[in-house]
């Protein structure tokens, strides 16, 4: 039976917590899955020709690196996925990119990636819908103004060619878009509640630009929709 894949950008121990975020907000079953974490360099990389092996994809984020600053050591490792990630585009198979690997596909595919402060969000921030996110399978049943967990510093500020904008917030631009019928790639966390990104940020304190986790805890609204963008996504591997 094929599996879904996930792609990690991870060296510390937010790794597994990742893996467990997206089961639990998907509904999936972790033997669902196989992990490749992209910067171990023991790693076995899938290739083009792997692309239909798989059921499907998520990419994951990395609050460690940014590709905007990344060493040459970081760079490499994560440059043999490429391949793979362009014949993902060519393919039918359904992927949902997150955070990092929303930033990474869309410089891949001629997009622009930068480190905009203005556009950086942490916390619990409001999205909207574009007129073709309304549309979109992946935001189905999902109004068209809620809160989802962002962190990141990074912002695609130019999609790729022939991408649809889904969705935007009041400080970043470029929160989802869609490549092709069956890729989709979002900024925020749909695979984050409250008490993750309070853990992450207790990792990652250079996202709390000064503020205190109690200061940033005060802003949290209730993201009682966001968890069914992973949802939808299960659903949309399920038809395909």
């Known amino acids: 039976m094929k599996k879904i894949l996930l792609l990690q950008f991870r060296t510390d121990i937010s790794l597994e917590h990742e893996r467990e975020m997206i089961y639990k907000m998907g509904g ?12 171990d360099k023991d790693a076995i990389i899938p290739g083009p020709y792997d ?40 393919s039918a198979v359904p992927t949902l990119a997150i955070c990092f690997g929303h930033q990474l596909v869309a410089q891949i595919f001629g997009g622009e990636v930068k480190s905009d402060p203005e556009q950086a969000e942490t916390g619990v921030m409001e999205m909207h819908l574009t007129d073709e996110g309304k549309r979109c399978k992946l935001f189905n049943n999902i109004p068209e103004t809620f809160y989802a967990v962002c962190g990141h510093k990074d912002s695609v500020t130019l999609l790729p060619k ?79």
Not at 175 to 186: E, G, P, R
Not at 202 to 214: E, N, V
């Open 51 to 90: 692309v239909n092996h798989y059921k499907a994809v998520i990419t994951g984020a990395s609050g460690q690196f940014n590709v905007t600053d990344w060493d040459d050591d970081v760079r490499t490792k994560i440059e043999r996925v490429y391949p793979f990630l362009k014949a993902l585009v060519a």
């Open 162 to 240: 022939s991408a649809k904008l889904l969705a935007y917030s009041d400080k970043c631009n470029i929160h989802a878009y869609q490549l092709t019928d069956n890729f989709y790639s979002v900024q925020f966390h749909p695979e984050l509640d409250r008490d993750g990104l309070t853990w992450r940020l207790s990792l990652f304190p250079q996202y709390m630009k000064g503020r205190t986790i109690d200061e940033i805890k005060a802003t949290y609204n209730e993201i009682p929709h966001v968890f069914k963008v992973v949802r939808n996504f299960k659903n949309i591997i399920d038809n395909v």
């Open 28 to 39: 999936f079953d972790k033997s669902e899955f196989e992990v490749i974490n992209v910067l």
